[in-house]
């Protein structure tokens, strides 16, 4: 049995041979066309001898003609794809027979009139450049027609005429496995409207795509306009995203630059092409000068904001990055990933708890950091209502112990990863990284002050391992600052990937509460905020990014369930389940005491710090650890409030909220 290739192989050797043995009639009889032309088109009237003449050419004419064809790989090439190319090539060619045509006989033969030369150039350049670009019209016209009416086959829409939009419909055309055909093109541009490529209309700007998506029964929308801004290229998809239709776009202006333009290069369009905006503009050479040849850590360094850390920071050439993860799977898979990319970083990889002092000892005596980066937390709002106490010791404990041990071993830098649930918090694992803040604050006004011996060492029972005191005359030299940012699309536990979970079991997908409202960011605009933290750091900041509008979950909820394909409420319920314990309905950036100063970043603020007792906090705070080790959750939420005066019951909070919504409606 024959293999496919060898019968492709077949096909294309039949095709040669036939084009070869067209082309030698082709350029002889075009000029016995000449001939009959020239005699009005009367055989009877052509003088014998330029009869006897063409004869005796005919021979060598087709010998050097297909030679030549041969030579310059006309026959090797796709004619259904012929492009410019092809048809300079055929065009070269068919200039040098023809000059060789006329030279030759005139020469060795007879002299011929002079319309035979003209004539007899024309008529082989026709036939020869015809049959093969008729091929291509034909299949242009053929192909669409028979992929629109094969059923079930994808009707689209193209949004973008430009050159990109040019290169994604000629692909279309080209690639076989694209059943579909493309019925329509979308562009702002009014001198395109009512114009075609390729046989396709462009039938108006973008206001125009709901009511083309109905004209020409549009399943599938292909966005094709990676020079637009991220603004601009956002407003297109939401427009698109409202039809229903499958969405596909081009990422960006990297494509062209790359010459990336093809069908595989469109990707599925993302929720975070629908909530993101223009990105954070960062300055890259003084995040590098900053981060280069320095030793860093990064505590949680597996998890979703950790590893993003990790993998910025292993491009601007580290001289050592140390991951500190108490999960080993998630550390596993950014050590394989960073190995696998950046062969010659020089990558550390520890398992252990940031509650763990001695742990913590040995690794900051063994490797000084000079930067670290504290990620490590627990984030769950419910899960942490329900388990009060392991929130404290890993977001409190746990900052505070890593803190003390980067303060003690002279780090220059300590920066926190922080979160707007710390504002006015309503639930334990809010309160705890606002505790967190506090502690950062108290670690750097106690370090301006020079009074670092009054920093509390946490005893071995309440924290597995005795701190090591500080030396006499110690004073540091660390800044420590927080940064607090919303919530980070596709994190891990993250509202998204729950959705999508649920999408793919058919449903229903769960919204706490139809107004809920949530900031949202990417993860590498929060990482970004990091690192510009990292290098303003002062001491004592927390830094707050602009994240725009806030987004309604629901709403969220509905966008994804129509990326997916899928009509809410019809295809996928939306189910309403009522507010968490500690969950409120709307989040807030800062608190309304602290206030914002902005920096040379206009998406990047910084709150001023609320001034409080240093000495007091530091004595609630080991009130609070000790009922935490003891296990006692009564004490626990009892204490909470003392510490952080802006915690408030939820209940209290949203109660509040709605009835503000309530009298603004």
Same mark, same amino acid.
């Given at each position: 049995?024959?293999? &496919? ?15 070869? +043995?067209?082309?030698?009639? *082709?350029? /002889?009889? #075009? ?45 090797? #090439? ?28 005139? +020469? ?70 694209? =059943? ?10 009014? =001198? ?38 991220? *603004? ?37 369009? @993302? ?42 920071? @292993? ?79 890993? =977001?409190? &404990?746990?900052?505070?112990?890593? @803190? ?76 420590? &600052? ?61 830094? &707050? ?56 970043? /206009? +998406? ?22 000790? @009922? ?25 909070? =949203? ?11």
């Amino acid at each position: 049995m024959k293999s &496919v290739h060898s019968s492709r192989l077949e096909h294309w050797q039949k095709i040669a041979i036939a084009m070869t +043995l067209y082309d030698g009639i *082709a350029v /002889n009889i #075009s000029y016995f066309m000449a001939l009959l032309l020239r005699h009005e088109m009367n055989f009877a009237l052509i003088d014998a001898e330029y009869i006897e003449t063409w004869i005796s050419f005919t021979p060598l004419y087709t010998v050097f003609c297909i030679g030549l064809f041969w030579a310059m790989r006309l026959y090797q #090439s796709m004619w259904r794809f012929a492009s410019y190319y092809e048809l300079a090539m055929t065009t070269i060619a068919c200039g040098i027979t023809s000059a060789f045509h006329i030279t030759m006989i005139a +020469l060795f033969y007879e002299r011929m009139p002079i319309s035979y030369y003209v004539m007899g150039t024309f008529f082989q350049y026709i036939l020869v450049l015809g049959i093969r670009f008729a091929y291509r019209f034909w299949l242009m016209r053929r192909l669409p027609a028979k992929k629109a009416s094969d059923r079930g086959a994808p009707r689209l829409m193209l949004v973008g005429a430009g050159n990109a939009g040019q290169m994604i419909l000629r692909d279309l055309h080209k690639a076989k496995e694209i =059943n579909g055909h493309v019925l329509c093109i979308i562009d702002d541009n009014p =001198n395109k409207w009512n114009r075609y490529i390729d046989g396709v209309p462009i039938v108006g700007g973008r206001d125009a795509i709901p009511d083309m998506v109905k004209k020409y029964g549009i399943n599938k929308i292909y966005v094709a306009v990676p020079s637009a801004s991220e *603004a601009e290229r956002r407003k297109i998809l939401k427009i698109c995203q409202e039809t229903g239709c499958e969405l596909k776009k081009l990422p960006g202006i990297y494509q062209i630059v790359n010459g990336d333009i093809s069908i595989s290069a469109m990707k599925d369009v @993302a929720i975070e092409d629908l909530l993101g905006r223009d990105p954070i503009t960062s300055d890259l050479s003084r995040v590098f000068d900053f981060l280069n040849d320095k030793v860093i850590l990064v505590t949680g360094g597996g998890g979703s904001i950790g590893s993003e850390l990790c993998r910025q920071i @292993a491009e601007h050439r580290p001289k050592r990055l140390i991951i500190f993860d108490i999960y080993e799977n998630n550390a596993y898979d950014i050590q394989q990933e960073l190995r696998r990319k950046h062969p010659a970083l020089d990558l550390v990889v520890l398992i252990g708890s940031v509650r763990d002092s001695g742990r913590l000892e040995d690794l900051f005596s063994t490797w000084r950091p000079d930067i670290v980066f504290h990620a490590a937390a627990h984030k769950h709002v419910p899960l942490m209502e329900e388990s009060p106490c392991e929130a404290v010791k890993n =977001n409190a &404990v746990g900052t505070y112990k890593t @803190a003390y041990a980067a303060m003690r071993h002279g780090c220059s830098r300590f920066i926190l990863i922080s979160t707007d649930k710390a504002v006015n918090p309503t639930n334990v694992m809010g309160a705890t990284k606002r505790v967190g803040e506090m502690i950062i604050q108290t670690f750097d006004s106690m370090i301006r002050e020079g009074r670092e011996d009054l920093l509390p060492v946490l005893h071995a029972h309440l924290t597995g391992g005795t701190q090591p005191r500080l030396p006499e005359g110690f004073h540091s030299r660390t800044r420590f &600052v927080a940064v607090r940012f919303g919530n980070v699309l596709g994190s891990n536990g993250s509202v998204i990937p729950l959705f999508r979970k649920q999408i793919e079991a058919g449903g229903p997908v769960t919204v706490t509460h139809p107004d809920i409202i949530r900031y949202f960011m990417t993860i590498p605009e929060a990482v970004s905020l990091v690192l510009q933290a990292s290098v303003m750091a002062q001491g004592s900041e927390i830094f &707050v990014l602009d994240m725009g509008q806030p987004v309604k979950i629901d709403t969220l909820a509905r966008n994804l369930i129509r990326l997916s394909g899928f009509v809410p409420d019809r295809d996928i319920k939306v189910v309403y389940t009522g507010l968490r314990p500690g969950e409120k309905l709307y989040e807030e950036k800062l608190m309304a005491e602290e206030g914002l100063t902005k920096t040379e970043n /206009n +998406l990047i603020h910084i709150g001023k710090p609320i001034p409080f007792d240093h000495e007091q906090f530091l004595r609630l705070l080991q009130q609070l650890l000790e @009922a935490a080790y003891d296990d006692d959750e009564a004490a626990v939420r009892k204490l909470i409030p003392e510490i952080v005066p802006t915690y408030h019951q939820a209940e209290e909070l =949203n109660a509040r909220a709605e009835a503000m919504a309530h009298a603004e409606k």
